[in-house]
Structures are given as C-alpha cells and as structure tokens.
C-alpha cells in the first residue's frame, strides 16, 4: 500500500520561512514533488525531484525562494521555502510518480499517480 506523509505546514508571517516533508512508502518512485492549491485556483506544481541523479525543477514563482536539497533520502522530499508571501498561501500536496515522462510533463499534476493528504500553509501579510 503506497502512502505518502506530509508533514511541516503551518502559519507564518510573510517573508519568513517554512519547510515541508514528505515520506512515502509502499513503492520505489522516480519523481516526488510538492504542488499547492490556493481558493479558487487551479492546483499547481511548485517543485519536484526526479530520477537517480536528482534533477529539481520549479515553479518560476517560487525560483530562488524555495529550494529542495539535493541530499534527499530516497522515497522523500523536503520542500524549504523562504521569502514566503501571502499568494503562497495554499494546500501544498505531496506527489510521486513511477513512471518516465519528458521532464516538462512533470509540471502537469496529471503526472502524478499518488497523493498525499495535503498541508496547509498561511502566510499572513
């Protein structure tokens, strides 16, 4: 059984900063990434992690303020987020994948088979 456990949410003033987990098992994945939903917005990808030698990507919205480490332990992903503001307001939703796409298909939610619950993140102005 695949599960994926995010943990780290919370409220936080803007221009502070913030870092989410996120463990999964069950599964070996190729890609794990963080995506948020805002009220009324479509959900987006904000950062990912794939393959064996740890190709990260990005939202440009959160370029150079968020960062996943490249030490990641395998089957989980750390989501530092610094420089916060009040649109990062969101669910933010742990996702992984085990299969091969071209790598801009990773900034597609459809990329992602399997989700955890979700956290939330305030950032208060």
């Known amino acids: 059984q695949v599960q994926l456990v995010e943990s780290g949410g919370g409220l936080v003033q803007a221009g502070g900063s913030l870092g989410l987990s996120c463990a999964a098992s069950g599964r070996t994945f190729n890609a794990m990434g963080w995506l948020r939903q805002a009220p009324g917005k479509e959900r987006e990808l904000v950062a990912g992690i794939r393959g064996s030698g740890g190709t990260t990507y990005y939202a440009d919205s959160v370029k150079g303020r968020f960062t996943i480490p490249g030490d990641n332990a395998r089957n989980s992903v750390y989501l530092q987020k610094n420089s916060l503001k009040s649109e990062d307001t969101a669910e933010y939703y742990c996702?992984?994948?085990?299969?091969?796409?071209?790598?801009?298909?990773?900034?597609?939610?459809?990329?992602?088979?399997?989700w955890g619950q979700g956290t939330q993140v305030t950032v208060s102005a």
């Open positions: 996702a992984a994948n085990t299969r091969y796409y071209s790598h801009s298909y990773y900034y597609a939610d459809r990329a992602y088979e399997y």
